[in-house]
């Protein structure tokens, strides 16, 4: 799962006045140890993150690029979006204020600069009794792909929209929103942002809805899918590469070049004619499809695909990069007390095959959580179904992110799971080999996505886990179920995580090069349908330090809440990070400018620089 998308893609200004050169390292662990990353050296030495060395070519002008993907993209709102495969749609489609380039910076792309405090454009306190006031300035002449400007109103409008009550299951939730009282415009291209709070991940609100389009429907029409459904996007005005052309659900997503956008870069319309997507809906359908030439890029795969694509001849078409992505195990912390009987939000697993178990959500309890991270062999899952081409991790930061902070190694420890579990109270009574507290037994269901690599990786945590008294039931279903958005599932989508539907699920995340994004994933203000808290954590530790971390500017502040945040991640077992996963995609000899982003922008970033070579 990956939410939000572009709400998600850029950081914010103090990082453009000081910021640490990440020294993580890419390189897979091996040993008996989860990571042998040094700690990340604290210096006041300013970094300009703004100077992109992306370099494109300028390419050829026409024809069509067929994109392969096993995941349907079916949510076409960028603010409800939270699949990869709809990322990828998104980044070509909607443009923001900057865009997140392939080597960890960020270029102005709808504005014609970033402000700072360093230029004067974001000011602390700001005006008129504004706590901070951001002046952004669009480029001259933005135009929506249905040739209306697009101005500074577009943004209020977007506020607006995004804070009316009826708006629920946004991915990103209100943050940020909500520390915003308006968005003054003084002239078409001048947008004034007043903040009645310090937000510290301005940035990071920069794409907008079309004002004209959103005053077509009510709120709580666009929350059912009114103006983005299959049927209604060839109408959707966008600000991005390609705007949509048709939708064939099960089949393709066909999209045309917006001959309204320019490129960040060489400040010109996309190359491309056309893209098209293709839905394959199973990984090794699609590696199969891109080796007989039907598609000419094949995306979303993952480090335990690189030994089968190198097996059928396709090294020179691999692409493994690294990413903000990792591979964890995500632990519901809901006890089902407070669990809300309409939306199930608040509850733990539905599926009959536990409820045998005893009314209860076993991963309520810090003991299980605990336990579970001691029996799991990080080391063996990289080295028997990744091949060892991973980095184990041992937190949810990527070492690449500028606010990583090492942490102790993670230690396979089956004995001090059992320790834990039975200080905790969880004891083997009739002797069947699986624990029971309170009258509940320690039986939970696994959930993952259909991929072969996670269904084999449960494979083994269910062993393990037996091996300690707890009994796994593996529930692989479709993308479409564990990762459906709040306002499309129920209390009874299988495995569904927006709706509480789950005891343990196993999935990757990708974090935001601004540590905001783990304020809505972590923070207890943050469930669903607010944010994206699908977990329930609430801890008043975490709070406070994700508090510190939005409501700062200050970079040595920001880091050393993010450090503290990491030390407590590890420590109350908030989730079971596995490992690091890289970008792994296949690219055609003939797609040129493909560049690899390590970012939630994904793949198709740079879409509108792509050609097609001689």
């Keep these: 799962m990956h939410k939000p998308l572009k709400a998600l893609l850029a950081t914010s200004a103090i990082l453009f006045a000081a910021c ?89 792309d709808l504005a014609d600069s970033i402000p700072t405090t360093a230029n004067g454009g974001v000011k602390v306190p700001g005006d008129n009794g504004d706590k901070m006031t951001v ?59 007043h903040f009645k709070n310090i937000y510290e991940a301005y940035i990071t609100l920069g794409t907008p809805l079309s004002k004209a389009f959103l005053g077509k429907h009510t709120v709580a029409d666009m929350v059912k899918g009114a103006g983005f459904r ?20 099960g089949q393709e997503l066909v999209m045309v070049r917006n001959d309204n956008y320019k490129g960040f870069k060489l400040n010109k319309v996309a190359n491309l004619d056309k893209i098209k997507f293709h839905w394959y809906g199973d990984a090794d359908a699609m590696i199969a499809g891109f080796a007989a030439g039907e598609v000419d890029f094949a995306t979303d795969l993952q480090d335990s695909d690189i030994p089968k694509l190198e097996q059928q001849g396709l090294h020179a078409n691999i692409s493994a990069a690294p990413a903000l992505l990792y591979e964890f195990l995500r632990p519901n912390w809901a006890d089902g007390s407070k669990e809300d009987a309409t939306t199930g939000v608040g509850g733990c697993s539905k599926n009959p095959a536990v409820q045998d178990r005893g009314k209860g959500c076993p991963m309520s309890d810090p003991a299980m959580r605990q336990a579970v991270a001691y029996a799991i062999d990080k080391n063996e899952i990289n080295t028997k179904l990744l091949g060892g081409n991973a980095q184990v991790a041992n937190t949810n930061i990527s070492p690449q992110a500028w606010y990583y902070s090492d942490q102790p ?65 593996p529930n692989p279903v479709a993308p479409a179920d564990i990762f459906v958005e709040f306002n499309d599932g129920t209390k009874d989508t299988a495995c569904g995580l927006s709706h509480s539907n789950f005891d343990l699920a196993e999935h990757a995340f990708s974090q935001s090069l601004d540590p905001i994004g783990n304020y809505t994933s972590y923070h207890s203000s943050q469930f669903e349908p607010k944010g994206s808290n699908d977990a329930q954590v609430s801890d008043p530790d975490i709070d406070k330090s994700l508090e510190t971390v939005k409501n700062s500017v200050d970079f040595g502040v ?20 596995l490992y690091y996963r890289k970008n792994v995609d ?6 040129g400018n493909y560049f690899s982003n390590p970012t939630l922008a994904g793949p198709t970033w740079n879409v509108f620089d792509w050609y097609l070579k001689g």
């Design 20 to 108: 640490t050169t990440p020294t993580g390292s890419s390189t897979p662990t091996g040993g008996t140890t989860a990571s042998n990353q040094a700690s990340v050296a604290p210096t006041t030495a300013p970094v300009d993150i703004t100077n992109t060395t992306y370099n494109p070519d300028p390419g050829t002008k026409g024809g069509q690029v067929l994109i392969g993907d096993w995941q349907e993209a079916n949510q076409f709102n960028p603010f409800y979006a939270g699949q990869v495969s709809e990322a990828n749609v998104a980044s070509a489609a909607f443009a923001s204020l900057t865009i997140a380039t392939n080597d960890y910076k960020y270029a102005p």
């Design 135 to 193: 002046t952004w300035k669009l480029k001259a002449d933005e135009k929506w792909s249905d040739g209306t400007p697009l101005t500074c109103d577009d943004f209020e409008a977007t506020r607006v929209w995004i804070m009316d009550p009826a708006n629920t299951g946004l991915a990103g939730g209100t943050t940020g929103w909500e520390d915003l009282s308006k968005i003054e415009c003084p002239d078409a291209t001048t947008s004034v942002w």
């Design 230 to 249: 299959a049927e209604e996007v060839k109408n959707l005005p966008v600000s991005g590469a390609f705007k949509f052309d048709s939708v064939t659900p």
């Design 409 to 473: 190694p993670a230690s396979f420890a089956p004995d001090k799971a059992k320790a834990a579990l039975d200080a905790a109270g969880w004891k083997d009574t009739d002797g069947d080999g699986v624990r029971e507290k309170n009258g509940v037994k320690a039986k939970i269901e696994l959930c993952t996505t259909t991929r072969q690599v996670r269904q084999d990786t449960l494979a083994l945590i269910v062993n393990w886990l037996k091996d300690v008294g707890i009994e796994g039931v």
């Design 558 to 577: 920001i880091k050393d809440a993010m450090a503290t945040f990491q030390k407590i991640y590890v420590e109350k077992t908030i989730e079971i990070p």
């Design 586 to 591: 296949l690219v055609g000899s003939k797609l």
